[in-house]
């Protein structure tokens, strides 16, 4: 069996956590935050973990990291 590439996208979006899980930031940030409420542009600051149903295939994309 050949070695598996790391996903590189993946990589530069995801990060994992001592815990193992995955942490990922939230969508939404690049231009239009002058119509949002100040509550969402603060909880947009933060960073969020992956959903349980999407870590299998994110961790298969970055095998090694």
């Given amino acids: 069996m050949p070695k ?24 939404g940030q690049d231009h239009f935050n002058s119509r949002e409420p100040g509550k969402t542009v603060r909880n947009k600051r933060r960073d969020i973990f992956a959903h349980a149903s999407d870590a299998k295939t994110i961790r298969q ?4 990291n």
Avoid: E
């Avoid at 598996?4 to 969508?27: E, G, Y």
């Avoid at 994309?61 to 090694?64: D, F, G, L």
């Fill in 61 to 64: 994309n970055m095998p090694y």
């Fill in 4 to 27: 598996l590439k790391t996903h590189q996208a993946t990589v530069k979006r995801f990060s994992k956590t001592k815990t193992n899980k995955l942490r990922r930031r939230k969508a």
